[in-house]
C-alpha cells in the first residue's frame, strides 16, 4: 500500500515535454481571471494517489486556472495534425491545451492536461481558451462512460472564472485538468509522416511501447510499430462495442480526437441516444451524418485507415492489411458480448447476434428509450402481459414485443444460471441513470447560475449509475419531447 499524497508532496514528471522537438513546444498557461473552482473528483485523486482530504483544497482553483504549477511541472503544447470530415489539416496541435506532465502511482504513469490554458503556437485564430458549458459535458462524459466499463479520459477538476470569451453569445472562461494514461493522438503519427521525420516517429512509437507494450521494446522498430498498431487496432475495436451498446455517440470522430491506446478521447457535442435510433446524429454541423451513431464502426475503421497510412514507411501493406484485419472480428465479439451481457446471457448460443438485432430493430421501430427498456428487461421474468416492458413501447409494436418475448423466453431456457441471479447481473449492467442531454443541460444552467449542487448530484448518479439512488427518482426518467431535441452548440 503506497501512503497517500498531499498536494505539496505531488511531483509530476515530464517524460513526453522531454522529447523537445518535433513533438511540441514548451510554455507557460495564462491564468484565468479571478478563478473559482467548481469541482474536484475524489475518484480521480484516488488514482493519482492523492488523499481524498485534498479535494477541498482552495489550490486547486490555482492550478486548474494555470496561475499555480504543481511542482516539477513543464508545460507542454504538443503537436499533432489529423483528418478532419475526411481531410487533412496540417496545422492542429494544442491549441488551449497544455500536458502539464505526469503522475506516477500504484505502477502507472498518469498525463496530466489542462484545458483552457490559453493560445499556444498551435491555436491558429483560437482564443486558447475552453467555456463552463463544453468543460462541465466533458467532466461528466468521462465519469459516466468510466462508470459503464468503457474506457475514457476523466477530468481531476473543474474551474470557472470571470474571464469573458466569446462564443455565439459572451460566456466565461473554464478550465479542466483531463487526466489519461495518454495524451498521444493517432495525429500525432499522422504529423511526423506527413512531414516526413521519420526518426522522430520510430522514437514516439517507441514512447508509447515503452509504457504500454513494455515486452516489445528489445524489439527492432519494424516490430514495435506492427505491435503498437496491432494494439491500436483492438483497443479501438473494444472501444467502438462499448460505444454502441451503451448508445453513445462521440460527435466528432476526426483522427485528431482517437486515442492511440483507445480512451474516448475530446469530447464535444456528443450525446447519449435518449430513444434507440440508430441514425442519431448529435452533431449538428454535421450535415452528411459522417459520425452518426451508426456510422461509428465504420469510421473508426476509416480513422485507423489513416493510422496504418501513417505507419507505411515503418511497415509494408501485407502488414498494414493485416493489422487492419483484426477490427471487424473484434468488434462483433466485443460487441456480442456486451449485448449478451445486456440480455443476461451467459452462455453462448450461435442465435444470440440475432436475437439482439431483432430488439434492436423493434426498439428503432418505436420510439422506445434505450436505458429505460433494457433496465426495465432486467427484471423480467416470463410474466405476460410484460406490462412494464410494454408501458415503454408504443401500443402498435405490443405484438411485435410479445413475439419477441417468446423468443427470449426460449433462448433463457438454455441458461443455467438462476433467473434471480441474472436479473441481479442485468441490473449491474444495464444502467438506471444515463448521461442524458436534457440533464446535463440543466446541470450547465444551474452552474452558470454558480449552482454547482446539480453537478455534485449528477456526478455521483453517473460515477453509480447502476445503483437504485431512490432520492434522485427523477433523474433516471426519459426526456419529455421537447427534450429529447435541444440544440447543442459545437462550439466549445
Ligand atoms: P477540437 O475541435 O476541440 O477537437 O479542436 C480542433 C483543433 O482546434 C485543435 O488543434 C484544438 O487545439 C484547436 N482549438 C479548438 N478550440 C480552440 C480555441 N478556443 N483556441 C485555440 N485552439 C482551439
Ligand atoms: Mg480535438
Not at 484565468?32 to 469541482?39: E, F, G, S
Not at 503537436?79 to 500536458?99: C, E
Request: glycine share 8%.
Amino acid at each position: 500500500m503506497t501512503t497517500l499524497k498531499t498536494l505539496v508532496q505531488v511531483k509530476l514528471h515530464h517524460h513526453y515535454a522531454d522529447l523537445g522537438e518535433p513533438f511540441g513546444t514548451a510554455l507557460p498557461p495564462t491564468p484565468l481571471q479571478n478563478p473559482r473552482l467548481v469541482h474536484t473528483n475524489p475518484a480521480v485523486l484516488s488514482l493519482l494517489g492523492i488523499d481524498s482530504a485534498e479535494a477541498d483544497n482552495p489550490q486547486w482553483a490555482q492550478i486548474a486556472s494555470g496561475a499555480v504549477l504543481l511542482s516539477g511541472s513543464k508545460p507542454f503544447a504538443m503537436k499533432y495534425t489529423g483528418h478532419q470530415f475526411g481531410s487533412y489539416n496540417p496545422d492542429l496541435g494544442d491549441g488551449r491545451a497544455l500536458l502539464l506532465g505526469e503522475i506516477e502511482h500504484d505502477g502507472l504513469r498518469w498525463d496530466l492536461h489542462l484545458k483552457g490554458a490559453g493560445q499556444t503556437p498551435y491555436s491558429r485564430f483560437g482564443d486558447g481558451r475552453a467555456v463552463l458549458r463544453s468543460t462541465i459535458r466533458e467532466y461528466l462524459a468521462g465519469e459516466a462512460l468510466t462508470a459503464l466499463g468503457i474506457r475514457s479520459t476523466r477530468a481531476l477538476c473543474l474551474v470557472d472564472s470571470e474571464e469573458p470569451v466569446a462564443r455565439e453569445k459572451l460566456e466565461t472562461g473554464a478550465a479542466l485538468i483531463r487526466v489519461a494514461r495518454s495524451h498521444v493522438r493517432f495525429g500525432h503519427f499522422e504529423y511526423l509522416f506527413y512531414t516526413r521525420q521519420l526518426e522522430a516517429q520510430r522514437k514516439l512509437v517507441q514512447f508509447v511501447c515503452e509504457q504500454f507494450l513494455p515486452d516489445s521494446t528489445d524489439s527492432d522498430a519494424q516490430a514495435q510499430a506492427e505491435a503498437l498498431l496491432r494494439f491500436t487496432v483492438a483497443r479501438s475495436a473494444e472501444l467502438v462495442a462499448g460505444w454502441q451498446s451503451v448508445g453513445f455517440a462521440h460527435g466528432v470522430l476526426n483522427t485528431d480526437n482517437m486515442s492511440i491506446i483507445g480512451d474516448t478521447f475530446d469530447f464535444g457535442p456528443y450525446g447519449f441516444l435518449d430513444d434507440y435510433e440508430p441514425g442519431f446524429i448529435c452533431n449538428h454541423s454535421d450535415h452528411t451524418g459522417r459520425y452518426a451513431f451508426d456510422a461509428q464502426p465504420g469510421v473508426v475503421l476509416w480513422n485507423l485507415n489513416a493510422l496504418a497510412h501513417a505507419f507505411s514507411a515503418l511497415l509494408d501493406t501485407e502488414t498494414l492489411k493485416d493489422c487492419l484485419g483484426q477490427y471487424q472480428p473484434l468488434l462483433i465479439e466485443a460487441y456480442a458480448e456486451r449485448m449478451r451481457a445486456k440480455l443476461g446471457l451467459e452462455i453462448e448460443d450461435e442465435g444470440d447476434q440475432q436475437l439482439s438485432a431483432d430488439l434492436l430493430q423493434l426498439l428503432a421501430d418505436g420510439p422506445v428509450d434505450y436505458t429505460l427498456f433494457f433496465r426495465a428487461l432486467s427484471r423480467y421474468c416470463g410474466e405476460r402481459p410484460a406490462s412494464a416492458l410494454e408501458a415503454l413501447v408504443p401500443p402498435a409494436q405490443h405484438p411485435a414485443l410479445a413475439h419477441w418475448l417468446d423468443h427470449y423466453d426460449h433462448r433463457l431456457q438454455k441458461e443455467t444460471r438462476p433467473s434471480g441471479l441474472r436479473s441481479k447481473a442485468m441490473l449491474h449492467t444495464n444502467p438506471k441513470f444515463i448521461l442524458r442531454n436534457y440533464l446535463a443541460q440543466r446541470v450547465i444552467e444551474a452552474a452558470e447560475q454558480g449552482d454547482y449542487q446539480p453537478l455534485d448530484d449528477f456526478l455521483t448518479l453517473l460515477q453509480s449509475p447502476f445503483d437504485e439512488h431512490p432520492e434522485f427518482e427523477s433523474w433516471a426518467a426519459a426526456p419529455s419531447e421537447s427534450g429529447k431535441h435541444l440544440p447543442i452548440s459545437c462550439s466549445s
